[in-house]
């Protein structure tokens, strides 16, 4: 198992500001360039059927306009399919979406819609696109996901960020547990939602977990202090709390 951790940035509220006032600034495609300058892995954009954040003229112009990997977050619908075989990005992470919610609010019941998803994982793998699924840290949705083909599962960590105090440490448990399952069984595991400079240490630290997908604490954060000065910190409290971690499994 590889120790090292990436970094997968969310631009979609780079596209939400903009479209507040219409017009073409800020512009998505810079804020990737300038996380990807900063030590972004690859960029993660959310195409929602409502089109409140990035545009698919979005999603074009990342695909051809970035050098980092693309990794594109679709509610499973054929819309969504048509256009990620379009565009072809190099990962599409599906996720539950309902209309009326601000952000994402849970994982993906892979249980109950695993006989749409089983068609639906198998049409984006047939365009060499690498799969993932955003889902609870729980055996019974890892194991549906498993069994649905996609290589990867993205733990929900929106739970643990929200969680006080000895809720936090039951929530981390979960989280600890998922992942060394899902690698068990032989599955790549990320992580993402919620996670900010003082939550992102605990889930860095998790071994198994070789990605974590962050967005909107970096984007308000930049507001402050820049985007590159967020990502670059982000990305220094990620590989110190791995490299703690590689020493103390060494020891």
Known sequence: MKNNLRLGVNIDHVATIRNARGGNHPDPIYAATLAANAGADSITAHLREDRRHVSENDIAKLSS??????NLEIAATEEMLKIASTHVPYAACIVPEKREERTTEGGLDVVRGYSYLKNFVNKLLSKNIHVSVFIEPEKEQIDAAKSLGAPVIELHTGAYCNAIGSNQSQELNKLIRSAKYAVEIGLECHAGH??????????????????????????????????EHAVQQMRALMDSARDKSNKETRA
């Open 65 to 70: 306009g970035i050098k980092i990997p693309l």
């Open 194 to 227: 919620g996670l900010g400079f003082n939550t992102v240490s605990s889930i860095a630290s998790i071994q198994e977990i070789c990605e974590l997908n962050i967005g909107h604490f970096l984007i308000g954060e930049s507001i402050f202090s820049g985007l």
